[in-house]
């Protein structure tokens, strides 16, 4: 019964993360490109792409997971970005590169950045591949308007599956994850 009160609180926190960093990029194009360009793993001409496309994927996840649309593969695509991003973070440590990493705006070279600052990067981008884990593992949750992603808050005793599963809001003759068909 709890699962999906904590499946509400990391989809929305989730989305927040990609909202905030997808409208940051977003809005200054051309400080998205020099960020993407400062870790010189991509080749000049899909720089542009990169900042461009990065922002828009984002945002994408953010307004699927706020929505509560394929909440399961809004949340694996999201645990692949993150691996991505904190690969590329590692990379530019790994390389004595001082970048700020852009994540959230801003970015490019920045002679300040220290080993403490990647680490708290990728530390905090392994926050939120828990986060993303979690709604892969339990993705149903309340207010989702995705109907493998809805959850009821209360639990009806009639809606629990012989394994201990519940079947919050499937609509008469519909069937749920499993396949099996309510009445």
Do not use: N
């Not at 695509?77 to 790994?94: D, E, M, P, Q, T």
């Amino acid at each position: 019964m709890w699962k999906p009160i904590v499946s509400l609180l990391v989809r929305l926190g989730l989305a927040a993360v990609w909202l905030v960093s997808g409208w940051a990029k977003a809005s200054d194009v051309h400080q998205s490109m020099e960020a993407v360009d400062a870790y010189r793993l991509l080749p000049d001409s899909m720089v542009r792409a990169v900042a461009i496309g990065l922002p828009a994927v984002e945002l994408v996840l953010g307004f699927m997971l706020i929505l509560g649309l394929a909440v399961r593969w809004t949340a694996i695509v999201s645990g692949l970005l993150l691996l991505v991003l904190i690969a590329g973070v590692a990379s530019a440590w790994a390389r004595g590169l001082q970048i700020d990493c852009g994540c959230f705006g801003g970015g490019g070279e920045d002679a300040s950045v220290t080993w403490a600052d990647y680490a708290e990067e990728i530390a905090r981008d392994v926050g939120f591949l828990i986060l993303a884990a979690w709604l892969t593992l339990w993705p149903r949750s309340p207010l989702a308007l995705g109907f493998g992603s809805r959850a009821g808050l209360r639990a009806r005793e009639d809606d629990v599956h012989e394994d201990g599963d519940h079947m919050d809001d499937v609509p008469e003759g519909a069937s749920d994850e499993a396949g099996t068909v309510s009445q």
